[in-house]
């Protein structure tokens, strides 16, 4: 099913537009400066949509300063207090996050949803499993994804009664299953773009592990028309980790897809060595392309023959491809990493960005 397109800014989410590819600053709001060289930071990473946090009304006012210092679309994650969210829309900001578990006064939300309205920016009801309200958890206090559906759903239902359709929702769960089945099941009611993730994911590698997990899956199955990888540290990585998801299920291409064989006995060059240092030598390259980098010969000349560029290792050196021909041979291995990252440089100039 083809979603409803919802505009955030100049950025359009569903209606068959590319998955978007959101993150949140970790910044204090209120610290302008500071929460501005982020959202610059994961701009250049490839951040296309930013949220901030809204805890009180200082963080609200310095809205407007950070919307006019930036050029992505800017998202107030509100809590609590329906105030800031008024707040945040005269600040001008482009979306409001509202959690249906914590802002439940239908008349509340109406003020929101009629300023939302005539500032004509979207809203997204945004369910977490950690934040339902008492009546919408199971029979033994946890979260189910039945519950957070109705959540949702309550909360869509006031702002459509409103007039108000220009909603994306999330249903987001630290347990990727309770996660997926929430996604399916919402799905199949409404025609709302999705904003898809899991909350809470964890630190870089766990976090990273699960989120492919849960997205990749619901992804596959043709849900999900934004994404944030939610992970403990520097939001950046979770723009580099979302790229990761969906270059690998070829969704979007920006940015490097690596093939790199897990080594075995066979190997005479110490490929991990080289591999680390090539994607730290190309990290801020954002042209599609596939690079393999194989051990030795068994694979890595089929690989390295199909990939964009390839090396495939021998007896302390290797061999360089670029787009299925040869032009580096008996490399040696101390050498290996700078002629990688250099031809995969001079062919990201031919081909320009993603």
């Known amino acids: 099913m083809t979603r409803r397109a919802v505009k955030v800014g100049s950025v359009t989410i569903g209606g068959g537009a590319p998955i978007v590819v959101q993150s949140m600053t970790n910044t204090d709001t209120r610290d302008v400066a500071a929460t501005v060289a982020q959202i610059e930071r994961l701009q250049a990473a490839g951040c296309e949509i930013v949220r901030v946090a809204v805890p009180d009304r200082a963080a609200a006012a310095a809205l407007s300063e950070i919307k006019e210092r930036i050029p992505l679309p800017l998202v107030a994650d509100i809590h609590f207090d329906h105030r800031l969210a008024l707040a945040a829309i005269e600040a001008g900001v482009d979306k409001l996050r509202l959690n249906p578990g914590n802002i439940t006064d239908p008349e509340k939300i109406g003020e929101v949803v009629e300023a939302a309205k005539e500032a004509g920016i979207p809203i997204r009801v945004g369910a977490n499993s950690g934040s339902l309200a008492p009546e919408f958890r199971g029979p033994h206090g946890g979260a189910t994804a039945e519950g957070m559906v109705e959540s949702a759903l309550r909360e869509i239902r006031i702002l459509e009664e409103r007039g108000f359709h220009d909603i994306v929702i999330s249903l987001k769960a630290t347990d990727v299953p309770t996660t997926i089945a929430a996604y399916r099941m919402i799905a199949s009611k409404v025609d709302y773009p999705l904003h898809i993730g899991i909350t809470e994911a964890?630190?870089?590698?766990?976090?990273?592990?699960?989120?492919?997990?849960?997205?990749?899956?619901?992804?596959?199955?043709?849900?999900?028309?934004?994404?944030?990888?939610?992970?403990?540290?520097n939001p950046v990585e979770e723009v580099h980790v979302a790229y990761a998801i969906l270059r690998a299920l070829g969704l979007r291409k920006r940015g490097i897809l690596y093939r790199v064989c897990p080594t075995c006995g066979r190997a005479e060059i110490d490929l991990f060595r080289i591999a680390e240092e090539v994607q730290e030598g190309l990290k801020d390259v954002t042209a599609p392309l596939t690079v393999a980098m194989l051990g030795c010969v068994v694979n890595g000349i089929g690989e390295a023959g199909e990939a964009d560029v390839g090396l495939v290792g021998g007896a302390g050196a290797g061999t360089i491809y670029v787009r299925g021909r040869i032009t580096q041979r008996n490399v040696p291995e101390g050498e290996l990493p700078t002629a990688v990252v250099a031809a995969v440089r001079k062919l990201a100039e031919e081909v320009g960005n993603g």
């Open 202 to 233: 964890g630190t870089p590698w766990e976090g990273s592990i699960r989120s492919a997990v849960g997205l990749g899956v619901l992804l596959e199955e043709g849900l999900g028309d934004t994404i944030r990888v939610s992970l403990t540290g």
